[in-house]
């Protein structure tokens, strides 16, 4: 394919010629680069070649795409607005797959944190918006943390997988949501959408000023940081990745395995509980089916793009975010159905992770590590 | 790591694509034409809600001088804020169709008061004076389309056993539900409807689940109100049984099993508002109606519909079109025997306590919670 091998070349490029050490030192560092973006290019190309099929240039496909994910202005807040949830959800699948588990449960955890802040939110009617905003915050944490440790304990106590537990318990998430909110929780006002009553248009969390992108993202980039820095730079982030690398020499060399599953399933979960709050306290306003709206089952998608990777979740997000920000364009403007979208994303999917097999095998970037 | 790369490198692809864009032409909306947006939580051609919407989208493109976009599969979150945003913004629209009950509050609410200069005419939503004045909800009176369905459903039925799939029951499946009962009891005071909720409004599994289950209990003339009826449709008619449709005209589906269906009838009330707009006229921000205004319309009949089924549903659906019926009229009972409309009180139309319906009526078996 002639636009890899101008990847490689470009990304040669990169390399100061002058410098012949410097492939060896950061090779390896490229190679997550350079891999990924080549797989990115790849999906694209034949993205490209499926929408041909379809009659369409591939050209404005491409033109559009930009143009609807980071052409403009608004483009760019679109896309933000798409990417915020994403990175939260995201890391509910990164953090536990430091230790080796595969959680795929964050829709859930997003479920129950929305719940869990909205019912915070009607407890504390009439209490300074700060205090309802804190309390919304650590209930939806509390409450996704938690669900999300149901998968670890049931894993760590009685070995059930735990993709398959924290799968499972989404439809559970969904069914006590819709439990709740149309009974016990119910607003009698809401006839023909059940929600729950609004949190007050007091408590909402707003805009970050100057833009139209709700705090969601600024929640969503300090989370990731911080898990950046929890996996790579403590203790507790070295006797994860000890453990997910081989569970048995951990325990030989005494971490205690059970602890640590835990914590960081909360941890996972609470992230994804966050997400539900603030779709709650900056989109929604109250609870209702609208939130299951899937922002769980795509950051599954994000983390596995971004190799597991803390940081790299954001650029993985805001690439997904513009992919959906421009998916109404091409629907609009090319007239292609709203699947096409999903497609792109599957065929991203696949090229990514066909493209691991690549890691330390391309000769010229060996490194010495 | 330097994972922003990527996405910057994305961004020089994309300026040259922009570059190439440029010079084959951006296709915006031309100055002169009105740009209409549609909408739709769902496909378009889903044989149901979002085709039924979809038809209506498809007449307004024939006038002159009117553009329509679409965009389909948008959720109810602060994607469809997006969408309306990216439709004024990128296309430059003016008129918006924002067609899911879901996205009035708090999201069409929103973009209404954020561009007060532009129309948002919403499907379902209940206007109140507090919304703001560019906003305004329309709605049909479906359940007169039901009652005449219901009445040929009664002469159809042998076993004197009905059945309905229905989504949930808040007040508009309730009606629904109870003036296809009506209608049936009409023509046959002994007929019975068995209502199987299925809990969501597109649960595909369980609607020909529900379908099979009606079928096996004797049922053989079965309605529905989900957004889809395909399934219920092609399940029942390969299981022998009848069927009435919804939302639009299945019989295509169906040939030999299509009785006749309550349908929306967008394709006449669409134009005629764009008309409104360009002629100056204010369209009033709360308006319904049904069959006699042409929002709501029966089906053509299948050729199994006998003539006597048929002279006595075209003599209703003429006493609808004077506007001299009323569905809800006392003594109405419900299924546990209370009264619900005292005798001598007529609930018509437009009368709220019917959007609060929360019963069931006598001849329904099932149970709204």
């Keep these: 394919m002639t636009t890899e091998t101008a990847e490689s070349v470009e990304a040669a490029g990169i390399a100061p010629a002058a410098d012949p050490g410097f492939l060896q030192r950061h090779g390896a560092r490229i190679e997550y680069i350079v891999i990924p973006g080549a797989a990115l290019v ?86 300074a918006p700060t205090v309802v905003q804190i309390a919304m915050v650590i209930a939806g944490m509390i409450g996704g943390g938690l669900w999300i440790t149901l998968s670890g304990g049931l894993r760590q106590y009685r070995g059930v997988n735990e993709t398959i537990s924290s799968l499972l318990l989404v439809y559970i998430a969904l069914a006590v949501l819709n439990h709740l909110v149309e009974g016990p929780m119910r ?104 939130l299951a709206a899937g922002y769980g089952f795509t950051g599954i998608l994000v983390a596995f793009l971004a190799r597991q990777n803390p940081l790299a979740i954001i650029p993985v997000a805001i690439l997904l975010g513009g992919i959906s920000a421009s998916g109404g364009l091409l629907q609009r403007r090319l007239g292609l159905p709203d699947a096409s979208v999903l497609v792109l994303q599957g065929i991203i999917f696949v090229f990514v992770l066909a493209s691991d097999a690549l890691y330390g095998r391309i000769g010229f970037l060996k490194g010495k590590s | ?200 409004w597109s649960m595909p599994v369980k609607e020909a689940e529900a379908t099979n289950s009606l079928i096996d209990q004797g049922v053989d003339v079965l309605t529905c109100h989900v957004d889809g009826p395909k399934t219920m449709v092609e399940n029942a008619a390969r299981r022998g049984a009848l069927v009435c449709g919804y939302h639009v005209n299945q019989s295509p589906l169906a040939p030999k099993a299509y009785l006749t269906g309550a349908e929306w009838n967008w394709e006449a009330l669409y134009p005629k508002f764009v008309k409104m707009i360009t002629a100056g006229e204010a369209i009033p921000n709360f308006y319904r109606g049904g069959l006699k205004e042409e929002i709501v319309k029966v089906s053509p009949y299948g050729e199994m519909v006998s003539a006597e089924a048929r002279k006595h549903a075209d003599d209703v659906k003429a006493k609808f079109m004077s506007g001299e019926f009323t569905i809800f009229k006392g003594p109405l009972v419900d299924n546990k025997g209370k009264t619900v409309i005292a005798s001598g009180t007529d609930r018509g139309q437009q009368d709220p306590e019917l959007e609060k319906m929360d019963y069931l009526v006598e001849g329904v078996i099932g149970a709204t919670a």
């Design chain 1, 42 to 127: 790849g999906a694209l190309a034949v993205f490209g070649g499926f929408v041909a099929l379809y009659g369409k240039n591939p050209l404005d496909l491409y033109f559009y795409m930009y143009y609807g994910a980071f052409g403009t202005a608004f483009s760019w807040q679109n896309t933000l607005t798409r990417a915020a949830p994403l990175i939260l959800t995201a890391l509910c699948t990164a953090l536990p797959a430091q230790l080796g588990m595969v959680i795929i449960g964050g829709e859930g955890a997003l479920l129950i944190g929305a719940l869990s802040a909205t019912a915070a939110a009607l407890a504390l009617q009439g209490a």
């Design chain 1, 187 to 290: 607003d009698p006002a809401s006839l023909n959408k059940p929600s729950t009553r609004e949190i007050g248009a007091a408590n909402m969390i707003g805009t970050i000023p100057g833009t139209d992108v709700h705090w969601g993202l600024a929640f969503g980039l300090v989370a990731a940081v911080a898990a950046y820095i929890l996996i790579y730079h403590t203790t507790f982030g070295f006797a994860a990745r000890v453990a997910g690398g081989n569970i048995r020499a951990a325990k030989i060399v005494g971490l205690s395995v059970g602890k640590l599953i835990l914590t960081v399933c909360f941890l996972a979960g609470s992230c994804a509980g966050l997400a539900g709050m603030i779709e709650v306290a900056a989109v929604q306003g109250r609870t209702n089916a609208n």
């Design chain 2, 1 to 200: 790591m330097d994972f922003g790369r990527i996405s910057r490198r994305h961004l020089l692809q994309g300026s040259a694509a922009l570059a190439l864009g440029s010079t084959l032409g951006i296709r915006g909306a031309a100055a002169a034409e009105t740009t209409i947006g549609f909408i739709y939580v769902g496909s378009r051609d889903d044989y149901g809600y979002n085709q039924a919407h979809a038809q209506g989208a498809a007449a307004v493109k024939k006038l002159p001088g009117i553009k329509v976009v679409e965009e389909e599969k948008v959720p109810e979150t602060d994607a469809v804020e997006k969408t309306i945003e990216s439709m004024i913004n990128l296309d430059g629209a003016t008129l918006m169709f924002p067609t899911s009950f879901g996205y009035y509050n708090p999201h069409v609410l929103k973009m209404a008061g954020k561009f007060p200069k532009l129309r948002f005419e919403h499907c379902g939503g209940l206007w109140s004076d507090k919304d703001p004045k560019n906003a305004g909800s329309y709605f049909g009176y479906i359940d007169e389309a039901q009652y005449v369905s219901g009445i040929v459903a009664g002469y159809s039925t042998k076993s004197g056993k009905l059945g309905f799939v229905a989504a949930k029951p808040i007040p508009q499946v309730l009606r629904n539900i109870n003036a296809f009962t009506l209608g049936a009891r009409l023509a046959n005071p002994k007929a019975t409807t068995q209502v199987i909720f299925t809990g969501d």
